[in-house]
C-alpha cells in the first residue's frame, strides 16, 4: 500500500513516502534536501545516513547529508558573478587560499511543502521556495525567483524534478546541481571496498590550487578511465575534485545518461540517471573515509558565468523574466 504523510524525524516533521517497495524522506525545512532513500526489499541505502544523525547535524553541514538541492553550486571566484546584464557580488564564504563564495543558500533554507499525496501507483511531495527580499541574501542577487521542486516514488525508485521560474525583470543566472552523498556501503551487510563506479565522461577539466577551471581541457588518462570503465573504488582514497564532462553509457540496452555504482560481491547497486541538462559530473569524497562519497551533476562548469569561453562549452545559461528552466534525476536499484 503506498502512502504519503508528514512524521515526525527526531523533533523535525519530514514528508515521508512509502511506494513501490522504497522509502523515501523529505525535509523541506532543510533545503527540501532527500535525507533519507532505502530500498526496503533488497536492503539498499542511497543516501548518506546513520543512527546518530539529527536534523541539528545536517543543519550544521548541509552539503554533505541526503541529496542537497544547491543553485549556484559550487564556485565563484572572489564572489563575482557576472551575467549578460548585470555584474553581481557575493560574500566570500570560503577563506583563502581559495577566497569564493560557493554554494549560496537554497540548500540551508526552510522551504513549503505544498503537496503530499499517494495513489495505487506512486507517492509523491511537492515543494517550493520564493526567493526575495525576505531573503539576507537579496541584497547581493536582487532577482526574486521561485524554485519547485516534485518528488515521485514507486516502483520505477525516486524521480527528482526541479523547476526554477523567474519573477524578475532583469536576466536570471542558471546552474543547478546536487551535492549527492552516496552511502558507502549503500548494500546493507557490504564492504566499502567492494564499490565500484561506472561514470560516462569524456574529458577532464583542470582545476587550479583555488578549485576553479583554468580553462585546460585534457583526454582521459589511465586514472580516468577507471571512472569510464567501471573499475574505480570511490572510498577509501582521497578524490578532491575529480571534474569532467559529462557523456553517456548504455544500460540494460539502452541509452543511459547518468552514473552506476555497483557492490560487486553482493551484485546489487543503484542507477543514477540525470536530464541532458546536466552536462558535467564532479566527484568528491571528503577524503575517502567517512562513510560517502558524492559524485555530483552539474548543469553548468565551476565558476561558468565569469568564464571567457562559449556558453555551449560551459553549460552556463539564463533565465529570462517569467520563464522557467526544469530538470530532473532519477534513483532505483539495479542488480
Not at 54 to 74: D, M
Not at 290 to 295: I, L, M, V
Request: hydrophobic share 40%; charged share 25%; with cysteine.
Amino acid at each position: 500500500m503506498n502512502n504519503a504523510s508528514v512524521v515526525n524525524w527526531k523533533g523535525m516533521p519530514v514528508a515521508e513516502l512509502k511506494a513501490g517497495g522504497y522509502t523515501a524522506m523529505i525535509a523541506n525545512e532543510i533545503g527540501s534536501n532527500v535525507i533519507r532513500l532505502h530500498d526496503d526489499v533488497n536492503g539498499i541505502e542511497f543516501f548518506r545516513h546513520t543512527a546518530e544523525v539529527t536534523p541539528e547535524i545536517i543543519r550544521g553541514s548541509t552539503e554533505v547529508w541526503g541529496l542537497p538541492n544547491l543553485y549556484l553550486p559550487n564556485r565563484l571566484a572572489d564572489g563575482v558573478l557576472r551575467t549578460s546584464d548585470a555584474v553581481y557580488h557575493l560574500p566570500i564564504n570560503e577563506n583563502a587560499p581559495y577566497n569564493n563564495h560557493i554554494h549560496f543558500i537554497l540548500q540551508k533554507r526552510s522551504h513549503r511543502l505544498t503537496e503530499l499525496c499517494a495513489n495505487d501507483e506512486k507517492a509523491w511531495a511537492k515543494t517550493e521556495y520564493i526567493f526575495d527580499e525576505n531573503d539576507e541574501m537579496y541584497k547581493y542577487l536582487p532577482i526574486k525567483f521561485k524554485a519547485e521542486f516534485c518528488f515521485t516514488l514507486s516502483e520505477n525508485g525516486l524521480e527528482h524534478r526541479v523547476k526554477f521560474t523567474n519573477l524578475s525583470a532583469v536576466m536570471m543566472p542558471m546552474s543547478l546541481a546536487t551535492h549527492t552523498a552516496i552511502n558507502s556501503p549503500f548494500v546493507d551487510g557490504g564492504n566499502q571496498e567492494d564499490i565500484r563506479v561506472k561514470l560516462p565522461i569524456c574529458e577532464k577539466w583542470i582545476l587550479n590550487e583555488r578549485c576553479l577551471p583554468t580553462g585546460e581541457i585534457l583526454p582521459l588518462d589511465d586514472y580516468d578511465m577507471e571512472y569510464k570503465n567501471g573499475t574505480k573504488c570511490p572510498v577509501l582514497v582521497n578524490v578532491d575534485n575529480d571534474m569532467y564532462s559529462a557523456a553517456s553509457l548504455e544500460l540494460e540496452g539502452k541509452a543511459f545518461h547518468g552514473i552506476t555504482m555497483m557492490d560487486i560481491v553482493k551484485s546489487k547497486g543503484i542507477a543514477y540517471e540525470v536530464s541532458p541538462e546536466y552536462n558535467f559530473w564532479i566527484m568528491w569524497n571528503d577524503k575517502g573515509f567517512n562513510g560517502y562519497f558524492c559524485p555530483e551533476p552539474m548543469t553548468a562548469m565551476i565558476d561558468a558565468p565569469n568564464l571567457d569561453m562559449p556558453r555551449e562549452q560551459t553549460g552556463y545559461c539564463e533565465v529570462a523574466p517569467g520563464e522557467s528552466y526544469e530538470a530532473w534525476q532519477r534513483f532505483r536499484t539495479i542488480k
